[in-house]
């Protein structure tokens, strides 16, 4: 069965950093184009960041620059570095994979960017 957990969020102020994970189990996730996503409050869950299966890259305009997607194939675990984080990147971020043609999501991390 394929299991996401997210990890890595908090409280953190305006120009801080964050590190998320995204730890997977129950398949190889360098085989699958993987995503990390996120919800703020009274929003639709939006794309923030995608990488396929050859490494490339689709980041949201909003986190150019300051955000980082990444892979560590030996732990299985997608990760994400947050920099220069604002209060709009308030939000629960999630990851999911595609696996065959079912999304799977992870329980989401939640990520609070307030002075």
């Known amino acids: 069965q394929v299991q996401l957990v997210e990890s890595g969020g908090g409280l953190v102020q305006p120009g801080g950093s964050l590190r998320l994970s995204c730890a997977a189990s129950?398949?190889?996730?360098?085989?699958?184009?993987t995503g990390w996503y996120r919800q703020a409050p009274g929003k639709q869950r939006e794309l923030v960041v995608t990488i396929s299966t050859r490494v490339s890259t689709n980041y949201l305009d909003s986190v150019k620059g300051r955000f980082t997607i990444s892979r560590d194939n030996a732990r299985n675990t997608v990760y994400l570095q947050m920099n220069s984080l604002k209060p709009e990147d308030t939000a629960v971020y999630y990851c999911?994979?595609?696996?065959?043609?079912?999304?799977?999501w992870g329980q989401g991390t939640q990520v609070t960017v307030s002075s």
């Open positions: 129950g398949i190889i996730f360098n085989n699958y184009a």
């Open positions: 999911n994979v595609n696996y065959f043609g079912t999304i799977y």
